[in-house]
């Protein structure tokens, strides 16, 4: 069976999550710099076998695009040039970073670690993944 993908786009940096074969569930898996997300991608698709990716797509609070957005439009034409015969989903990340962080202080994670940006980034990629996976329960 054929994974998903969840990626949270940053500028400099972006989380990586997974789904389980049967797409049930999301799991965080790396955060990576900007500038090495494509090149992780071809390799991590070497190994796995990938059906989709979903980007979280940044949109305020009321639904509107911000300046975030274009990049991360930007990132999808690469990912979608790069890697044609995949689908790519977008996915509403609102609210995503802040409840990626709310769940990390209920896990008992350290407050050192919890300061450590790239935790949060692939958190926020497993729940937009996850958001996904419930969106779509049919795929």
């Known amino acids: 069976m054929r994974r998903l993908i969840g990626?949270?786009?940053?500028?400099?940096?972006?989380?990586?999550?997974?789904?389980d074969p049967e797409k049930i569930i999301s799991m965080p898996l790396e955060t990576i710099n900007q500038e090495s997300i494509i090149q992780y991608l071809r390799d991590y698709i070497l190994k796995e076998n990938i059906e989709a990716f979903v980007v979280g797509w940044p949109i305020n609070l009321n639904g509107k695009e911000n300046e975030m957005t274009s990049k991360v439009q930007?990132?999808?034409?690469?990912?979608?040039?790069?890697?044609?015969?995949?689908?790519?989903?977008?996915?509403?990340?609102?609210?995503?970073?802040?409840?990626?962080?709310?769940?990390?202080?209920?896990?008992?994670?350290?407050?050192?670690?919890?300061?450590?940006?790239?935790?949060?980034?692939?958190?926020?990629?497993?729940?937009i993944l996850r958001s996904f996976i419930e969106r779509n329960k049919t795929l």
């Open 74 to 127: 930007n990132f999808i034409n690469k990912l979608s040039q790069e890697f044609s015969d995949i689908e790519i989903y977008k996915q509403d990340e609102r609210f995503t970073s802040k409840i990626a962080f709310d769940s990390i202080i209920k896990s008992g994670l350290k407050k050192k670690d919890r300061r450590n940006k790239s935790v949060i980034d692939k958190v926020s990629a497993s729940l």
């Open 7 to 19: 990626i949270d786009y940053g500028e400099k940096r972006v989380g990586i999550a997974i789904t």
